[in-house]
């Protein structure tokens, strides 16, 4: 694997938590992998778990790693061809991605929709000029449209706690009072659609999300006609992506937040959410400190994720 942005290219799902399994059991088996290569995190939007635990994960591979926060003491970057340079960005990003390149053997990319312009999102504009300009293998920590790596931990995860082959998932929106991108979402349904669970996604009308993620999966909704049976609630708010309202909050509606009495209509389901997480808005304190609520866990697989991915990377040097 040279570059990783989209859960596909994982290709047979259970293979791929198979091989996760074993980084996870054995973190730090290939210590000598990553002697003397360099992982470049360039994050043009925060984080708390992407940046930690892909650090980690780089680290058990023996790597050395370099974070550039862009927005905090690097240079303003310009990433338009063609603007005239009289404001207040004094570098381009097509200088300072080959530049970047130079000084790494790998590079992990966060850029997050910018909601100006849909195609501009929908193309990844930013990860692909990384792609063609660095030189380097690059991979999302959650670009403009996908988040792959989260999407693999959630997988790792469900795996790990599921009581029957093919439980009910169901990927349920929920309100929150700023405009998300769907990344998480569409790589979500992207991935769950390589497993063979059943699999529900439900939101108000209005939240439709790009059927190229989506695929086969049933839409419903009505939450709590979802929420019956499901051994899997994952939670996430999504601005809406049709053409019109794009990136836009079209409700606030706290009746969609998941709390107990929603939960009380599955089986028995784990609560789970990629954090951060807004509490009572998208889940009710209860509900998420309750005892089928596995964030942590899910949190915690982000090492196992990033490390099994990143070390397909280093086998393809
Ligand atoms: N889930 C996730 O990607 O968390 P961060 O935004 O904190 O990295």
């Known amino acids: ?74 240079w303003k970057l ?19 991605i080959p530049v970047m390149g130079s ?8 850029s997050f929709a910018r909601f100006e312009n849909r195609n501009d999102d929908y193309t990844e504009l930013i990860l692909n000029q990384f792609i063609q300009y660095s030189g380097k293998p690059v991979f999302s920590m959650e670009t403009a449209t996908v988040h792959p790596l989260q999407t693999f931990a959630d997988i790792i995860t469900i795996e790990e706690f599921k009581k029957k082959e093919r439980p009910k998932v169901v990927m349920t929106w929920a309100p929150h009072p700023k405009s998300l991108p769907q990344a998480v979402p569409n790589s979500f349904a992207e991935g769950i659609n390589m ?4 699999f529900v996604i439900t939101h108000p009308h209005g939240y439709e999300l790009d059927p190229k993620f989506t695929g086969n999966a049933t839409i419903e909704y009505d939450q709590d006609k979802a929420f019956e049976g499901a051994d899997f609630i994952y939670a996430k708010n999504w601005s809406a992506y049709e053409a019109e309202n794009y990136g836009k909050v079209l409700s606030m509606d706290r009746s969609w937040t998941v709390d107990a009495r929603k939960m009380a209509l599955t089986n028995n389901a784990y609560f789970m959410h990629c954090l951060p997480v807004r509490r009572n808005m998208i889940v009710t304190d209860d509900v998420i400190e309750s005892p089928q609520s596995i964030v942590i866990q899910e949190a ?12 397909e990377i280093l086998l393809g040097l």
């Open 1 to 74: 694997m040279r570059h990783f942005t989209s859960i596909t290219q994982l290709g047979d799902i259970k293979q791929a938590v198979e091989k996760a399994l074993y980084v996870k059991a054995n973190p730090f088996a290939d210590q000598e992998l990553g002697r003397n290569r360099t992982l470049l995190m360039i994050f043009f939007n925060s984080s708390l778990r992407t940046r930690l635990s892909t650090q980690k994960a780089a680290m058990n591979l023996g790597m050395n790693v370099i974070v550039l926060d862009v927005n905090q003491g690097a």
């Open 78 to 96: 310009e990433t338009e061809r063609g603007v005239i340079m009289d404001g207040d960005k004094p570098e381009h990003l097509l200088e300072a």
């Open 103 to 110: 000084y790494c053997d790998m590079i992990g990319v966060r």
């Open 195 to 198: 497993t063979d669970y059943e």
């Open 300 to 311: 915690a697989n982000r090492v196992v994720s990033a490390q099994t991915i990143i070390k």
